[in-house]
């Protein structure tokens, strides 16, 4: 099954500076990969995802880049802001994502200090 | 924008009953899964289901667990005796199609088990 490794685990970071969130993930079979975002006591929410067919995509200050050879992907914050501060969670679905079922990283705490 | 909703956000319970968690999916998503999060800890698969029936479950499962769709709106998960170490954020989920479809949570349910 699919496994999905997360780090760092803690990342600190000064308002303004960029942040950088890494993922590897283990089944060559799987084809996207959201980020999730989540503040203390909330829901998880989506902030960006890759499918398989692209190597990076942007949002503003985010981005993700995927590299299929080496089975990893990143999550970079540009501009970092002290709102950006809360928990990142990469995943991974199990195979091709027919049934949808997210294999979650250990999650990264990151503070921006302002 | 349709948001998945969950009832009751907290729930107390003592060891050995029962409780059913309550989930509206987004009303045109066909995919449902059950995710919980004991505190501090990732993101973990419980159960997905699928035009009526259970399409995979993790083996945190067991048969103390299970789910429903009773009427066209809502998605139950049950456990039937709670334990100690039932406590944790659930978190219902739902998505539109197969394949490399975004996932939308809820707000979860905390369960506290005393």
């Known amino acids: 099954g699919e496994n999905v490794e997360q780090h760092p685990s803690t990342l600190s970071v000064q308002e303004g500076d960029s942040a950088v969130i890494k993922c590897t993930y283990s089944?060559?079979?799987?084809?996207?990969f959201p980020w999730y975002k989540q503040e203390l006591g909330k829901r998880p929410q989506l902030i960006i995802d890759?499918?398989?067919?692209?190597g990076e995509k942007k949002d503003q200050r985010i981005a993700v880049t995927l590299n299929k050879t080496a089975k990893h992907f990143s999550l970079h914050i540009t501009e970092t802001q002290p709102e950006d501060s809360a928990v990142y969670f990469c995943?991974?679905?199990?195979?091709?994502?027919?049934?949808?079922?997210?294999?979650f990283g250990q999650g990264t705490e990151l503070s921006v200090k302002p | 924008e349709p948001e998945v909703t969950q009832t009751p956000s907290h729930q107390v319970t003592q060891m050995g009953q029962e409780v059913i968690l309550r989930c509206v999916p987004i009303?045109?998503?066909?995919?449902f899964y059950w995710y919980r999060q004991i505190l501090g800890q990732k993101v973990e698969f419980l159960v997905s289901?699928?035009?009526?029936?259970?399409?995979?479950k993790s083996e945190i499962f067991d048969d103390q667990f299970s789910v429903e769709r009773p009427d066209g709106s809502n998605f139950t998960l049950k456990i039937r005796s709670t334990k100690l170490e039932d406590s944790a954020m659930y978190f219902c989920?739902?998505?539109?199609?197969?394949?490399?479809?975004?996932?939308?949570f809820g707000p979860g349910t905390r369960l506290t088990v005393l």
């Open positions: 890759i499918r398989s067919n692209v």
């Open positions: 995943a991974a679905p199990q195979g091709n994502n027919q049934g949808g079922k997210l294999i």
């Open positions: 289901f699928y035009n009526n029936e259970i399409s995979e």
């Open positions: 989920a739902s998505r539109r199609t197969s394949g490399a479809d975004t996932q939308y």
């Open positions: 009303s045109n998503h066909l995919y």
């Open positions: 089944d060559s079979a799987s084809n996207y």
